[in-house]
């Protein structure tokens, strides 16, 4: 496949780098943003160490991505697919953060599963 078509279904303008850091494609929001949340629910305390326990909410429907692309989604969004055993195919996140010299994260190397 030659090209990825990329639907950006989070509400942050994607700037994809490539390993080197050169930006490769900037991909602007959809419009629509997939939904989901967490709840943390405290499950217990070993000394002083409190412990908790994540709830996902059930996400927002998106329906699938057509053959040759790709949603780009958070990882909540994407935790939440998965721990409600949905199906997560077609579904990205983006890459490990690209940042400036002062920290400011100013992209994405690549998009993860």
């Known amino acids: 496949m030659d090209k ?8 942050n303008t994607l700037r994809i780098c490539d390993s080197a850091g050169d930006l ?3 991909v602007e929001p959809s419009g629509v943003v997939a939904h989901a949340s967490v709840t943390r629910i405290k499950a217990g305390k070993v000394g002083a160490i409190e412990l908790y326990e994540t709830i996902y909410t059930l996400p927002s429907v998106i329906g699938q991505p057509a053959p040759g692309e790709v949603y780009v989604v958070s990882g909540i969004y994407l935790q939440s697919v998965r721990a409600h055993g949905l ?14 010299t002062d920290g400011k994260q100013i992209g994405c190397v690549g998009l993860s599963r």
């Open 4 to 11: 990825l078509k990329i639907i950006n279904l989070t509400p």
């Open 24 to 26: 490769v494609e900037t």
């Open 87 to 100: 199906d997560d195919t077609g579904l990205c996140v983006p890459g490990e953060a690209v940042r400036d």
